[in-house]
T-cell receptor
Framework: GDSVTQMEGPVTLSEEAFLTINCTYT??????LFWYVQYPGEGLQLLLK?????DKGSNKGFEATYRKETTSFHLEKGSVQVSDSAVYFC???????????FGRGTSLIVHP | GAGVSQSPSNKVTEKGKDVELRCDPI?????LYWYRQSLGQGLEFLIY????????KSGLPSDRFSAERTGGSVSTLTIQRTQQEDSAVYLC??????????????FGDGTRLSIL
């Protein structure tokens, strides 16, 4: 079956540091890949997505590239802010399933 | 436009009581999902609706849990005879067309359920 593996958190950074959150997956066929963000007390929000190999999704300074050869979709940001503190979820959706598969989430804490 | 709306936002009840959680998806979204998120944990899939039918209810943890959807819109998740382990945040999500794998899910802010 499909699966998503994210790096364990929490990830703790100082403001303006570079962020990478690793995400790797296993899936049948050619899944669509997503990053969602969850701020405290809220539901998940779509951050970015990519639907085919070598696509780069980007939003709010975050980027992730769909790497089929390494089955990865790592999330990056060049300079994090305190307001980026949240939990980040990597997810995929295969064409053969109506149910997305989520990673366990990675908590990011950014200190001033 | 309006997003996914869930009510109540918080619910505190005594062990053994029944609770109903409501989800109002984005208008026109045919797919609706319920998830459970325990403190500090990831998402646990509960049930998926396509229109008013539930082709996948494999995630419901016990027969105390049930859900329905009417008019292809509002959904209710019911937990009977609540137990303390039911305490969690219950999230609802909808998506436009479940046949398209590139469609993202849109989430509500959840119902935080606390069983005393």
């Amino acid at each position: 079956g499909d699966s998503v593996t994210q790096m364990e958190g929490p990830v703790t950074l100082s403001e303006e540091a570079f962020l990478t959150i690793n995400c790797t997956y296993t899936a049948t066929g050619y899944p669509s890949l997503f990053w969602y963000v969850q701020y405290p007390g809220e539901g998940l929000q779509l951050l970015l997505k990519a639907t085919k190999a070598d696509d780069k999704g980007s939003n709010k300074g975050f980027e992730a590239t769909y790497r089929k050869e390494t089955t990865s979709f790592h999330l990056e940001k060049g300079s994090v802010q305190v307001s980026d503190s949240a939990v980040y979820f990597c997810a995929l959706r295969s064409g053969g399933s109506y149910i997305p598969t989520f990673g366990r989430g990675t908590s990011l804490i950014v200190h001033p | 436009g309006a997003g996914v709306s869930q009510s109540p936002s918080n619910k505190v009840t005594e062990k053994g009581k029944d609770v109903e959680l409501r989800c109002d998806p984005i208008s026109g979204h045919t797919a609706l999902y319920w998830y459970r998120q325990s403190l500090g944990q990831g998402l646990e899939f509960l049930i998926y609706f396509q229109g008013n039918s539930a082709p996948d209810k494999s995630g419901l943890p016990s027969d105390r849990f049930s859900a329905e959807r009417t008019g292809g819109s509002v959904s209710t998740l019911t937990i009977q005879r609540t137990q303390q382990e039911d305490s969690a945040v219950y999230l609802c999500a909808s998506s436009l067309d479940p046949h398209l794998s590139n469609q993202p899910q849109h989430f509500g802010d959840g119902t935080r359920l606390s069983i005393l």
